[in-house]
């Protein structure tokens, strides 16, 4: 088994373990403004859901050879920003998004996307999308000494669902929504294999339970020899 410390091994190296290692992961396809008014459209594996309560997601965006992004610059101008979630239908297009393109360049028209403006934020949404959520800025941390990554976090204000992606019960179908995640290098996977494992149930009168313990009747286990 390989170990090191990760102050030990290169930068590079450690990006290439990450990318590789924490998979699959979502993909939050972010439009913003910037402070031209231009917008811009560019995907982030560096993303997940943090909260419900409140709706809160967060992205991470790593500079490019010491300067912020487009998407960190804009954010910092304009702090309101939609995550879209890419479905294999528009993972094409998504990974056009991901060209470097210069600041003066809409990656809405390199992409033969539509955009229409939000409905609660001043930042357009691509239209083909099947769920969007319209995020204003809660928190922007720098990490890194020097700084070389913005850590975003958003609260969702406004959600864009596709009917064809709901059940009748108001949740979302991942067989109709077909979400892809990234993996390492250029790699990508569909969502469509999957399989269910039930959570344990444990009841309050069991002594393991987060009842008992609360109650302080639990007690710890006996060492095993």
């Known amino acids: 088994m390989a170990e090191f410390a990760s102050s030990e091994t290169e930068t590079a190296v450690i990006y290439k373990l990450m990318i590789g290692a924490i998979v699959p992961r979502p993909i939050a396809w972010v439009s913003t403004v910037g402070a031209d ?5 560019a995907p982030f594996s560096f993303f997940n859901g943090v909260s419900h309560n ?24 304009h702090a309101e ?10 993972s094409e297009r998504m ?22 403006p939000g409905t609660v934020v001043g930042v357009p949404r691509i239209v083909e999308a ?16 020097p700084p070389t990554t913005s850590h975003i976090l ?19 179908d991942a067989n109709a929504l077909r979400a892809v995640g990234r993996m390492g290098g250029v790699e990508y996977t569909k969502t469509q294999d999957r399989f269910a494992i039930e959570r344990p ?6 002594p393991r339970s987060v009842a008992a ?9 006996l060492p095993q020899n």
């Open 213 to 221: 313990y609360r109650a302080g009747l639990a007690k710890a286990p």
């Open 54 to 77: 409140p709706p809160t997601v967060a992205f991470s965006v790593i500079d490019r050879d010491g300067e912020l992004k487009d998407t960190s610059r804009n954010i910092e101008a």
């Open 95 to 116: 990974n056009i998004t991901c060209g470097d393109y210069g600041a003066h360049i809409d990656e809405f028209a390199e992409a033969g996307l539509t955009p229409v």
């Open 37 to 41: 008014g231009v917008s811009n459209l």
């Open 201 to 206: 149930v444990i009841p309050a009168e069991d």
């Open 130 to 145: 099947q769920v969007a959520m319209e995020c204003r800025v809660s928190h922007l941390l720098r990490i890194g000494n």
């Open 154 to 172: 958003g609260e969702v204000l406004y959600w864009h669902i596709a009917d064809e992606v709901l059940t009748e019960k108001g949740r979302v």
């Open 81 to 90: 920003f939609i995550v879209h979630i890419v479905n294999e239908s528009l």
